[in-house]
Structures are given as C-alpha cells and as structure tokens.
C-alpha cells in the first residue's frame, strides 16, 4: 500500500464525473486494475484507449486500486 506503479494497457471501462475519473484498465499481467483520476485539466479516455497510469497503489473497502497521479494516452 503506497507503493508507486506503472500501469499499462487497454481502457476496459470509464466512468466521468466532473473533477474525478475512475477507470478499469486491462492489462497483461494482472486481469483488470481500478484507477481513481482526480483532474487537473481537461483529459478525454473512453473503452478501447491505450492509457499509461502512474500511481500509488491504495486499499478501498477491501480492494486495491490505484491513486493514478498522471495518466499518458499512448
């Protein structure tokens, strides 16, 4: 818990909301990862993005997720 990572890999599922942006991403070594986005600036991700994620990793209700700190559309 805490501890950095770089997620890489396909958009699965987006939801939007104003300033936050929470996303299922799948990717090769794990089967679906959760990512919580709190926005800066405008981004734009929908199923099917190639997406980079650097984050931390947090425990949400007894799940792991990622806290992603920036996000890169490849």
Do not use: C, P, W
């Not at 939801?15 to 299922?24: A, E, S």
């Not at 709190?38 to 199923?47: A, N, P, R, V």
């Not at 993005?49 to 984050?55: P, Y």
């Amino acid at each position: 818990e805490g501890q950095e990572v770089d997620v890489f890999g396909v958009v699965a599922h987006v939801v939007d909301h104003d300033n936050v942006m929470f996303l299922t991403i799948d990717e090769q070594r794990v089967e679906h990862v959760s990512v919580v986005l709190f926005k800066s600036s405008d981004i734009e991700l929908k199923q099917g993005d190639i997406v980079r994620v650097i984050g931390s990793v947090d425990d949400y209700q007894g799940k792991k997720q990622v806290i992603g700190n920036r996000v890169e559309k490849k």
